[in-house]
């Protein structure tokens, strides 16, 4: 422990350095409040000519925060059909992963809202399953917003901290508005309104208001200090008080200056709070009907109106969230209709690709105490992440086989696209109409599972590996309410039937990554083939002949050389000439954008290849695996250096024991 002069990091701190680094943060501190911009109504307007983007409505706000980080574009199969102009959000890149078309379709929303449309202005709700990310997506919004670098004014003192435009007279809105350059919506609230009206000092000799010297402050939107962001859960559904979103009389005060006196009621209900930014409101389905008039009004006009008060502007975006069967319950009874007209919803459902799934697994391991403590073996995350991709796919006759399906999503198995083409749009799109992804394993059932797997990681080695997150998942149904039992035997004959199951997936997996360990001049090898392989392709599609460097003797590409690598993935004769020519294409599009081209570059070439070297090892391997007892020196040298590159890709000595036993078992089996 540091005593208390010193320091941890040793360097000893004398009393008098302590006090000044103490004044010196204190200072700090206070020197972030100082920055904060204060003025008058006047000062403030020459802000809004200069940059109309203070002035912005929350909707506008909220879609240049996240323009303002920026886009990237989304690539290769990844690009799903359903958008054209389908890009992702940086704004999200971090917390949130896959999913690229619902953000599409909640920036275009806020976009709807930042042109002032009538969409824009509807209640957002987010449609979903249990844990698909829908309160992830709120709270990045949220804290986006008081993070958000365009500044942001407000009336000093105002209960809900109001546009300071508000004060300009209704009769000059129009010649304000072509001077300023931006549209005036909205009317002072009754505090402001009384303090302009009632306080002498803002009156000239002549008896007219000096609204322009009225003060104004910068905002700095909280959530904890319930400014510009709220939540509204109401406390007791059976008895919903809606003062907790549209504020009350004051009760201390309200002997003082009567009722319907401004500053005899506390303008502090959740809508009020959320002026100028967001609102959660949390199980809306379930409020009260006498709600529904609040929300339908501030959905449409953008008006509250508190009891004795005139309706009063509010400039805030309502986003909400339900799962799916509560929603359809909403959607049919006529009870809501009017509601229903104002509701903008956005369907969440899980991800469908699992490479996005494994990355959701590794944001939340890296925030938990496991991190660094435990080895998780390569492939252990993406055998869950397939297993809840599996689980949420729908079938569809143009592409029966589950497996190949969460493939296909994920970018991969274009080898099998090109041996029976399909349509991969026509295949996300049916998907969509049937609900895909609506319903599944969720991302905290399989994190439950990972969590008990990596708390009870093996003594000693401290690993997890693939085996054990299946055996982990398959546990975790005896701990889960909520399946049928229907459902139940689906999920884990996904996970362990013998054929189509994430098991079944993993011995193949398995059986390469050996492979791959005891061809150790692997890659050297797999590239030259590969050089070689596209040298004669190439010449093949430009219809030119290969000039030998030493002798130059020009000849015909080898036809024999290629065909015997592109039978290894079942190119047919009558396929060979797309196949090369898709290939050449995807070589010419890579050096385009400046991309490293080797034989990992193509995945189906990559496979062809790597199965042509493997054929002749299967042998090798299980000549190796079989010989325990007799310790031939030449076998065990072999083994280590299989374990040594098994280490180079992420293994360690003891995951690469396991993998060996567990392959060594299958190939037993198989004899
Ligand atoms: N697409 C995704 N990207 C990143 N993380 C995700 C994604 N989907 C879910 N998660 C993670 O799963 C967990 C649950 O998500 P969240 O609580 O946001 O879901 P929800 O839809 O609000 O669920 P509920 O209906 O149970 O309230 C969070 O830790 C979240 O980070
Ligand atoms: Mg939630
Ligand atoms: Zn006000
Ligand atoms: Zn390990």
Not at 463 to 485: S, Y
């Amino acid at each position: 422990m540091p005593d208390r002069e010193g320091r941890g990091d040793g360097v000893p701190l004398s009393k008098n350095h302590f006090e000044d680094s103490l004044d010196e943060l204190v200072r700090q501190s206070k020197a972030v409040r100082d920055d904060i911009w204060e003025g008058t109504m006047k000062e403030y307007m020459a802000l809004v000519h200069k940059d109309a983007k203070v002035s912005q409505l929350a909707p506008g706000r909220i879609y240049d925060m996240i323009m303002q980080k920026g886009t990237a574009e989304v690539v290769g199969v990844e690009k799903l059909p359903h958008y054209e102009d389908l890009v992702k959000y940086n704004f999200f890149t971090e917390e949130i992963f896959g999913v690229e078309e619902i953000l599409h379709d909640l920036v275009r929303f806020f976009r709807a809202g930042a042109n002032r449309t009538e969409t824009g202005k509807r209640i957002l709700i987010l449609v979903g399953p249990v844990s698909s990310g829908k309160s992830t997506i709120v709270s990045i919004l949220k804290r986006g917003m008081e993070q958000d670098p365009t500044p942001l004014f407000a009336i000093r003192n105002c209960p809900v901290h109001e546009e300071p435009l508000h004060l300009v007279p209704r009769s000059q809105r129009a010649e304000f508005e072509n001077l300023l350059g931006v549209k005036i919506e909205g009317d002072l609230c009754p505090v402001c309104k009384y303090r302009l009206t009632t306080e002498p000092e803002w009156r000239d000799h002549d008896g007219n208001y000096k609204w322009e010297d009225f003060p104004v402050v910068q905002l700095q939107l909280s959530e904890r200090s319930r400014v510009g962001i709220g939540t509204f859960q109401p406390s007791d559904p059976k008895n919903q008080d809606i003062s907790e979103l549209i504020g009350h009389v004051d009760l201390g005060r309200i002997t003082q200056y009567g009722e319907g006196h401004p500053l005899g009621y506390k303008f502090d209900g959740e809508l009020q709070v959320s002026n100028r930014g967001m609102i959660e409101y949390v199980e809306i389905l379930k409020c009260d009907i006498k709600f529904h008039y609040v929300l339908i009004t501030v959905a449409q006009e953008q008006l509250i109106k508190a009891p004795g008060f005139p309706q009063t502007y509010v400039d805030t975006v309502i986003v909400s969230h339900t799962n799916q069967t509560e929603f359809e319950k909403f959607k049919s009874n006529k009870e809501n209709e009017a509601l229903h007209d104002r509701m903008y919803p956005i369907y969440v459902p899980y991800n469908l690709k699992y490479q996005d799934e494994v990355a959701i697994y590794r944001k939340l391991i890296s925030r938990s105490e496991f991190q660094d403590k435990v080895h998780l073996a390569p492939l252990s995350l993406e055998m869950a992440g397939l297993f809840a991709v599996l689980t949420r796919l729908t079938s569809s006759p143009q592409c029966p086989d589950f497996l190949k399906k969460a493939k296909y999503y994920n970018g991969e198995a274009i080898m099998e696209k090109e041996k029976d083409p399909v349509d991969l749009k026509k295949l996300w799109l049916e998907g969509k109409e049937k609900g895909e992804g609506m319903s599944g394993i969720s991302p905290r059932f399989v994190m439950n599972a990972l969590n008990i797997a990596l708390g009870t990681a093996k003594e000693g080695t401290g690993c997890v590996n693939p085996v054990d997150v299946i055996r982990a998942l398959k546990h975790q149904f005896d701990h889960h309410i909520g399946f049928t039992d229907e459902e139940r035997a689906r999920y884990i004959d996904l996970l362990m039937a013998e054929k189509g199951s994430v098991l079944a997936e993993y011995r193949q997996k398995a059986r390469k990554e050996i492979n791959r360990a005891f061809l150790f001049a692997y890659d050297d090898q797999a590239q030259a083939l590969f050089d070689n392989y596209m040298h004669n392709a190439t010449s093949y599609c430009m219809k030119r002949k290969i000039l030998d460097p030493v002798t130059h003797e020009e000849s015909e590409p080898d036809e024999k050389l290629m065909r015997s690598i592109e039978e290894m993935v079942g190119i047919s004769e009558g396929a060979k000439a797309e196949f090369r020519q898709g290939l050449f294409v995807f070589k010419s599009d890579s050096m385009d954008r400046g991309k490293a081209f080797d034989f990992k570059s193509y995945p189906p070439l990559q496979e062809a290849i790597e199965k042509k070297l493997i054929t002749d090892l299967k042998n090798i391997v299980s000549l190796t695996l079989a010989d325990r007892s007799r310790k031939d020196p030449k076998t065990m040298e072999r083994k280590n250096e299989a374990i040594s590159k098994l280490v180079e890709r992420g293994y360690c000595p003891a995951c690469s024991e396991a993998l060996l036993e567990f392959v060594g078992e299958m190939l037993r089996k198989e004899e």
